[in-house]
Nanobody
């Protein structure tokens, strides 16, 4: 079994910062890409950022400009099987449930890779 467990969400005021974490555990041979998605009330789930096993980040077009400004930063620690999302200068429109996703090859090593999801962590930004 593979599990993804997110943490770090909460209620913050606009302008604040949060660091979301997602740790993968279980029957893991290799983790390929890891990433973050979010789903705001009444909207579809959307990709925020993904990062390759080698550490190359890719941001959604909707947040790409903000990532350049340093508002969104995705990173990972392969030794800890953990991916992070740093969000600075939070805005009310960032309010959503943030989900972690990882493409994982379980043991045995010849297994097919599959996408796994965390349970989600709520981020609420008050104005």
């Amino acid at each position: 079994q593979v599990q993804l467990v997110e943490s770090g969400g909460g209620l913050v005021q606009a302008g604040g910062s949060l660091r979301l974490s997602c740790a993968a555990s279980g029957n893991i041979f290799r983790i390929n890409a890891m990433g973050w998605y979010r789903q705001a009330p009444g909207k579809q789930r959307e990709m925020v950022a993904v990062i390759s096993n080698g550490g190359t980040p890719n941001y959604a077009d909707s947040v790409n400009a903000d990532s350049v400004k340093g508002r969104f930063t995705v990173s990972r620690d392969n030794a800890k099987n953990t991916v992070y999302l740093q969000i600075n200068f939070l805005k009310p429109e960032d309010t959503a449930v943030y989900y972690c996703n990882a493409n994982i090859i379980p043991w045995p090593s010849w297994s097919r890779s599959a996408d796994y999801w965390g349970q989600g962590t709520q981020v609420t930004v008050s104005s």
